[in-house]
T-cell receptor, first 113, second 112 residues
Framework: DGGITQSPKYLFRKEGQNVTLSCEQNLNHDAMYWYRQDPGQGLRLIYYSQIVNDFQKGDIAEGYSVSREKKESFPLTVTSAQKNPTAFYLCASQHSGSRETQYFGPGTRLLVL | DAKTTQPNSMESNEEEPVHLPCNHSTISGTDYIHWYRQLPSQGPEYVIH???SNVNNRMASLAIAEDRKSSTLILHRATLRDAAVYYC?????????????FGTGTRLTIIP
């Protein structure tokens, strides 16, 4: 089945720890995105990548880092510099082009211990 | 970015039509109107999009005002599975690849 997978479903982070959220897609999409969602709020863009080995900051990139070494994969690292990381993290991908649909993964819920 | 305004919440009875409004008075000529919905604890899913003309697909219909400053998502016969948060989003034709800008959306409750 084609789609986007995110792992883990739940992730716990200790103070001062970096954690990495996985996002993989087998849809052959060029563009991939990371969003953060806080309770009762809409999604906010963290980072996006339109091609391998290239990525741009979104609206709330501080405290996060990404890499795009493969077309299929776009991992997000939540660093210790992110002081309020508790949120629901969503990965998405699409073909290039503004009329294309974005497809979302099931999300990872990050909690701070 | 051009912004959209939606009611925070709406209720509808099961098996009745639902009309979800969206205002986008600052829409530009190259903005597409997209609708996504998000079920609890899931990622958003695409519903429909349009530019100027009304659009229909298997999930819903999109009615766009003639001046494009508002639009309405129509669910023809609501089911309990349609209970979700519905987002109305503007996406620039030329630069829309970068991101979708989500507001808080409309939380739709379906009454059995």
């Amino acid at each position: 089945d084609g789609g986007i997978t995110q792992s883990p479903k739940y992730l716990f982070r200790k103070e001062g720890q970096n954690v990495t959220l996985s996002c993989e897609q087998n849809l052959n999409h060029d563009a991939m995105y990371w969003y953060r969602q806080d309770p009762g709020q809409g999604l906010r863009l963290i980072y996006y990548s339109q091609i391998v080995n290239d990525f741009q900051k979104g609206d709330i990139a501080e405290g996060y880092s990404v890499s795009r070494e493969k077309k299929e994969s776009f991992p997000l690292t939540v660093t210790s510099a992110q002081k309020n990381p508790t949120a629901f993290y969503l990965c998405a991908s699409q073909h290039s082009g503004s009329r294309e649909t974005q497809y979302f993964g099931p999300g990872t819920r990050l909690l701070v211990l | 970015d051009a912004k959209t305004t939606q009611p925070n919440s709406m209720e509808s009875n099961e098996e009745e039509p639902v009309h979800l409004p969206c205002n986008h008075s600052t829409i530009s000529g190259t903005d597409y109107i997209h609708w996504y919905r998000q079920l609890p604890s899931q990622g958003p899913e695409y519903v429909i999009h349009g530019l100027t003309s009304n659009v229909n697909n298997r999930m819903a219909s999109l009615a766009i005002a003639e001046d494009r400053k508002s639009s309405t998502l129509i669910l023809h016969r609501a089911t309990l599975r349609d209970a979700a948060v519905y987002y109305c989003i503007l996406r620039d034709y030329f630069f829309g690849n970068e991101k979708l800008t989500f507001g808080t959306g409309t939380r739709l409750t379906i009454i059995p």
